[in-house]
C-alpha cells in the first residue's frame, strides 16, 4: 500500500503537483448503476480526466488514465491521492502511474 503523502493536508496551489482520483457510484433514473472515475488538479480544481461506465472495472481506470495522459504536460511528475479503493491497489494502476511519472499517495482508513 502506497504511503499517505498528503497526511490530510490539502493545499497544493501550484497546477499539476497534486491530482485526486476517485470513483463514485450513482443510481440512474432506471434503477441501475453507473460508475464514475475522475482525476482532478488540487490546485485549480480542474477535472483532467473523467470516465463513466455501467461497471467498475479495469476499463473504466485504465481509460480515465488515458485521459490523463493525453493531458499531462511533459516534465510534471506530481503525487495523484486516492482512497485506499481496491483500483488503486493492484499493479495494473500502479505500472500504469509510474509509467505516468505519478507518484501514488493514499489516504488511511478512518
Do not use: C
Not at 25 to 31: I, N
Request: cysteine-free; hydrophobic content about 35%.
Amino acid at each position: 500500500m502506497a504511503d499517505n503523502l498528503l497526511n490530510q493536508t490539502f493545499d497544493a496551489t501550484s497546477p499539476f503537483t497534486v491530482l485526486h482520483t476517485d470513483v463514485s457510484q450513482v443510481r440512474l433514473g432506471d434503477s441501475t448503476w453507473a460508475y464514475m472515475s475522475v482525476i482532478l488538479d488540487q490546485a485549480t480544481k480542474e477535472v483532467l480526466a473523467a470516465s463513466v461506465s455501467q461497471s467498475s472495472n479495469k476499463l473504466l481506470i485504465m481509460d480515465t488514465l488515458s485521459q490523463l495522459e493525453d493531458n499531462l504536460p511533459n516534465n510534471f511528475n506530481p503525487i495523484i491521492h486516492s482512497d485506499q479503493g481496491w483500483h488503486y491497489q493492484l499493479d495494473y494502476y500502479r505500472e500504469k502511474i509510474d509509467s505516468l511519472g505519478l507518484i501514488q499517495s493514499m489516504s488511511r482508513k478512518g
